[in-house]
């Protein structure tokens, strides 16, 4: 069964830094599109960033030159590191890939979320 699960969430003070994993396990083919989300106290689930399977990266405005979205296809893992953290940070970040199973189908993954606090 496919998972994708989220990782590297916690408590930093405005101005740090912290890097999130999202890591897809069981059996497919390969992951295509990847995205970053996050949902603030009170506010709707917002697109952070998003990279493509051959590695082209697009970012929301209010986190352009913060933050950084790569990939390992190796270790079938994304990675969203944050820096120059801010207190409107705060939110529980989701992962969400495109996975491509055996047989080619293309099916969409959620992860349960990683919860990133900026406080001082």
């Known amino acids: 069964q496919v998972q994708v699960v989220e990782s590297g969430g916690g408590l930093v003070q405005p101005g740090g830094s912290l890097r999130l994993s999202c890591a897809a396990s069981?059996?497919?083919?390969?992951?295509?599109?990847v995205g970053w989300y996050r949902q603030g106290p009170g506010k709707e689930r917002e697109l952070v960033s998003v990279?493509?399977?051959?590695?082209?990266?697009n970012y929301a405005d209010s986190v352009k030159g913060r933050f950084a979205i790569s990939r390992d296809n190796a270790k079938n893992t994304v990675y969203l590191q944050m820096n120059s953290l801010k207190p409107e940070d705060t939110a529980v970040y989701f992962c969400?890939?495109?996975?491509?199973?055996?047989?080619?189908?293309?099916?969409?993954?959620w992860g349960q979320g990683t919860l990133v606090t900026v406080s001082s």
């Open positions: 969400n890939a495109d996975i491509i199973l055996l047989g080619l189908k293309k099916s969409n993954y």
């Open positions: 990279i493509s399977s051959d590695g082209v990266t």
């Open positions: 069981g059996i497919f083919f390969s992951i295509a599109d």
